[in-house]
């Protein structure tokens, strides 16, 4: 049995309630089959055996008293999965169906995004199983609060740096930055994705969807094509997806779909991307209003996204929302590339479908990295005292985005897979921290 293989089925084992970081390590491990055979170092020292293993997670209580004057309790994690190459760096997810599973996968594919960034930051995660979506300002407020109580122990500018994710944005960030500086007496780059006024990086919001679409540029560049004219299929409404939608647009496509966890609206016209930031940023409210104004527009309440013919889809919203039936309508209405803006969007047997019709597909560790690279300029600002320009950060994104495609599409190709994006993101972002860690001792 090789290398990959034994690990694999070893941590599976360990891990044996935990179906989505399973998924992570049956996708990611046999694909470093070959770089491991090339460098029987790592076997010898036990890199992978090490890599599955975060090096601390902490799990906690987070009590909160609500509206109506009773107690709350919430289950928060953090995981803090590999600081080879940098300070624990991933965002929190507030979200019903967080778990230890679920923040781990997240976790594991966060070294590897990282690592692929070449920015020097390592891999982690957190959440809680907190549901902001029916919950007062107040009751936001208290709960990051509380929240903060423990897991401010855990940061620091050097040592750990969250960010948001689902259910986690600017409001959220502000309220565990400002309990942390309170409890710390520091004003430091602990978070990113912080608000514009106090050490946040112009461009950070708007950097994942940005980022999903320079990448997709890329990959069209293969082709001798460009987003002009492509109908793109978008789940999803929130961060990632609107500035999706805005990048997509700006480049000259027409983004027809849009999603939340109710339903999807089809616009033939192409979405009207001011409205849905009026119903998502502004108002919080739910996708279906979209049709009370845009009355041409169509509203499918749990349909299937997938099913609405389109050029390129991105899926933008949550893991495992392109499944077999989702890939199986994409091939059939001819769609060529599939590029992913939230993290594992397709599960392995879609992929793999995907991959033998000969979609182009980009994993979000690759696609969706921009916005972790964001923030790490936002760190590198914070540092610095030196706050940049939007357009400088713009530059920087789309220069490191390109990198990212070039490096992954190079190791495909050196290991006879081109056109696999999915194992040359895996072998691109490995190799920095296997090397990291040999250098670094059995720590
Ligand atoms: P938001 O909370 O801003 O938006 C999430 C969107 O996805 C909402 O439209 C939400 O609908 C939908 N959604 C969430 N969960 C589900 C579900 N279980 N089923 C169907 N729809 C769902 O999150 P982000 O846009 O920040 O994140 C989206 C994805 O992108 C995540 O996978 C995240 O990990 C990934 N990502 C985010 C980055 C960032 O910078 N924000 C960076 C890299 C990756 P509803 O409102 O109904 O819940």
Not at 185 to 209: M, N
Not at 290 to 301: K, L, M, Q, S, T
Not at 321 to 350: F, H, P, R, Y
Not at 408 to 423: D, I, Q, T
Request: glycine share 10%.
């Amino acid at each position: 049995m090789s290398y990959t293989s034994r690990v694999l089925e070893e941590s599976i084992e360990k891990n044996a309630n935990e179906p989505e970081f399973q998924q992570a390590l049956t996708e990611i491990l046999p694909t470093l089959q070959p770089i491991i055979e090339e460098n029987p170092q790592y076997e010898q020292a036990k890199i992978l055996e090490r890599l599955v293993e975060p090096e601390r997670s902490i799990i906690f209580r987070v009590p909160w008293v609500d509206d109506k004057g009773e107690i709350q309790i919430n289950r928060a994690y953090r995981v803090q999965f590999n600081s080879a190459i940098g300070p624990f760096k991933g965002g929190m997810r507030f979200h019903p169906s967080v778990n230890l599973s679920v923040i781990k996968f997240l976790g594991f594919e966060q070294i590897f995004k990282n690592s692929l960034s070449g920015l020097a930051i390592g891999g982690g995660k957190g959440g809680s199983d907190f549901d902001p979506k029916d919950k007062s300002e107040r009751e936001v407020m208290v709960f990051c609060q509380s929240l903060m109580n423990e897991l401010y122990k855990h940061l620091g500018a050097n040592q750990d740096v969250p960010a948001g994710d689902i259910g986690v944005g600017g409001r959220e960030i502000g309220y565990m930055f400002g309990q942390y500086k309170r409890l710390t007496d520091q004003f430091e780059g602990v978070f990113t994705g912080k608000g514009i006024p106090y050490g946040g990086s112009l461009g950070r919001t708007e950097a994942t969807g940005y980022g999903l679409m320079y990448m997709v540029e890329c990959m069209l560049e293969t082709k001798g094509e460009s987003l002009v004219g492509k109908k793109v299929a978008i789940s999803g409404s929130g961060n990632v997806a609107i500035y999706a939608v805005e990048k997509a647009q700006q480049l000259g496509a027409t983004v027809i779909t849009v999603s939340d966890s109710n339903g999807y609206v089809y616009d033939p016209e192409g979405i009207d991307l001011a409205l849905v930031k009026e119903i998502k940023e502004v108002r919080r409210g739910r996708i279906k209003e979209y049709v009370d104004v845009r009355v041409n527009a169509e509203y499918v309440e749990n349909g299937l996204v997938w099913s609405v013919p389109c050029d390129i889809a991105l899926p933008c919203a949550t893991q495992n929302e392109l499944l077999l039936d989702g890939a199986t309508k994409l091939i059939e209405n001819g769609c060529t590339i599939v590029a992913e803006g939230s993290n594992m969007s397709t599960s392995l047997d879609a992929t793999h479908l995907l991959l033998e019709n000969n979609v182009f597909y980009a994993p979000g560790k690759a696609s969706n990295a921009g916005g972790v690279s964001v923030s790490a300029l936002e760190m590198a600002q914070n540092a610095s005292w030196t706050p940049w320009t939007a357009e400088e950060v713009d530059v920087k994104l789309r220069v490191i985005m390109r990198n990212i495609f070039t490096n992954s599409y190079n190791a495909a190709e050196k290991y006879g897979m081109k056109g696999n994006l999915s194992v040359g993101a895996n072998i691109a972002g490995f190799k920095k921290v296997a090397d990291a860690m040999m250098l670094q001792g059995a720590v």
